[in-house]
Nanobody, 120 residues
């Protein structure tokens, strides 16, 4: 069973930093496309950052570019999101997502989310 477990969220003041972690199991992590999404109060879920293993590329939302960094550790089956210079508008539930190929189809798996609150 493929599973994603996020951690690292919390309460932080504007300008502060947090590092989110997503520990995965149940699939070949090195071949998976990993990404982070978030859903703020009263807003739809949106893509924050993505890392595609096969392409070796990264992608960021304009609102976080230059502040957030996605990375992965294949030995630990873990993807990270380093968040610096946090702003109140970054307040959201952050979700980890995996997409991988299995038996001629793409499989999509979501974590349960971790809460990030940015407030003075």
């Amino acid at each position: 069973q493929a599973q994603l477990v996020e951690s690292g969220g919390g309460l932080v003041q504007p300008g502060g930093s947090l590092r989110l972690s997503c520990v995965t199991s149940g699939f070949t992590f090195s071949n998976a496309a990993m990404s982070w999404y978030r859903q703020g109060p009263g807003r739809e879920r949106e893509l924050v950052a993505a890392f595609i293993s096969g392409a070796g590329s990264t992608n960021y939302a304009d609102s976080v570019k230059g502040r957030f960094t996605i990375s992965r550790d294949n030995a630990r089956n873990t993807v990270y999101l380093q968040m610096n210079n946090l702003k109140p508008e970054d307040t959201a539930v952050y979700y980890c997502k995996a997409v991988y190929w299995s038996f001629s189809q793409n499989v999509e798996v979501w974590g349960q989310g971790t809460v990030v609150t940015v407030s003075s």
